[in-house]
């Protein structure tokens, strides 16, 4: 910026974006100086380094004004998470598809765990059977990101999106 640039010649432009070509680094200074504004070298690879005489402040102001509205409007996708029982009944897994679908509309992942209890971890094929259940009630909706896995006491498994669709009436 002003001083600090190097370069002894620059492609300069000025604040209404127009070019007025190649000069000396003291030609543009004495311009910037003359409109009460600042030089700054904008692309100091290219051959000439290309300056700009603009207000640094207020451009500086704008810069993080955006980047501040960039981070605003930015939505974290999350891993939300849905815990089922092995016994669970035929409505009620299809009301806890129904909220997983919600999450899968907003663009979440979501990974699905079967929680076994008790004597259900002799069995633990029953999870498997739920899970592929499951993964085929909502087969044409999502794509798994993680296959159904036993660690300890739960099945996990992650899925995500594809076609969103909303869940109909869906057949046992």
Request: without cysteine; aromatic residues 4%.
């Amino acid at each position: 910026m002003n001083q600090e640039i190097r370069a002894s010649q620059l492609r300069v432009i000025d604040e209404d974006g127009h070019q007025l070509g190649i000069l000396s680094k003291e030609e543009a200074l004495n311009i910037a100086r003359q409109k009460e504004l600042d030089l700054v070298e904008i692309s100091p690879d290219a051959k000439p380094p290309v300056a700009k005489i603009i207000n640094w402040g207020k451009f500086n102001y704008q810069k993080t004004k955006t980047q501040q509205k960039n981070r605003k409007n930015t939505k974290t996708l999350d891993i939300k998470q849905m815990r089922l029982g092995l016994k669970i009944s035929d409505n009620d897994l299809m009301i806890k598809l129904k909220k997983v679908e919600k999450f899968l509309n907003i663009g979440h992942k979501v990974k699905i765990t079967l929680v076994y209890k008790g004597r259900e971890q002799a069995h633990k094929d029953i999870g498997f059977q739920l899970a592929n259940k499951i993964i085929t009630i909502l087969s044409d909706k999502i794509i798994i990101d993680q296959q159904p896995q036993l660690t300890g006491k739960q099945l996990n498994f992650v899925i995500r999106a594809s076609n969103i669709k909303p869940i109909e009436q869906i057949e046992k």
